[in-house]
């Protein structure tokens, strides 16, 4: 019986985000006070055959939560993920590993500053930590402005 499409090293990228995790960000990024910390919890699971990982996010307060899912899409070579959330926000996402990092990213939009991309992007993997860091450009990806940026710690 031949392996499934979900074993191959590519498909096994995201399995460091699985887990349980404990979040804090700069309060003020997510419209708190500046000095405070925002804090959270993530859980990453693996579903469906271990094809699929799926994403719940809260902050502490559950004022804010979000749920994504991912796959490796074998045929086009590249990571999708899908988000969606209780402010009504939608995303659709495609990346991959560059330069040892994570990043999934946006369409680029047309606006009238000029071409608007955002991104995600998972860097300082560790085995019990990472950064995640949500970016935008508005010149198509040559200059990023980071918007969130949030410490991971294992449970």
Not at 10 to 23: H, K, V
Not at 71 to 89: C, F, I, K, P
Not at 104 to 131: C, H, I, W, Y
């Amino acid at each position: 019986m031949p392996d499934s499409p979900c074993s191959t090293p590519e498909a096994r990228q995201l399995d460091f985000w699985l887990g349980e995790w404990d979040l804090t960000w700069p309060a003020e990024q997510m419209g708190g006070a500046q000095g405070d910390l925002g804090r959270g919890r993530n859980s990453i699971t693996r579903l469906f055959d271990d094809c699929v990982i799926e994403e719940n996010f809260m902050t502490d307060d559950a004022s804010y939560r979000g749920h994504s899912v991912s796959v490796y899409d074998v045929s086009a070579g590249v990571w999708r993920q899908t988000w969606v959330d209780s402010a009504g926000g939608y995303l659709w996402l495609t990346g991959g590993e560059v330069d040892g990092q994570m990043i999934l990213s946006t369409e680029p939009v047309e606006k009238e500053a000029g071409v608007a991309v955002n991104r995600m992007v998972f860097a300082d993997v560790e085995t019990d930590s990472l950064e995640w860091v949500w970016q935008r450009s508005d010149d198509g990806g040559s200059n990023w402005t980071d918007l969130w940026n949030i410490s991971y710690r294992r449970f």
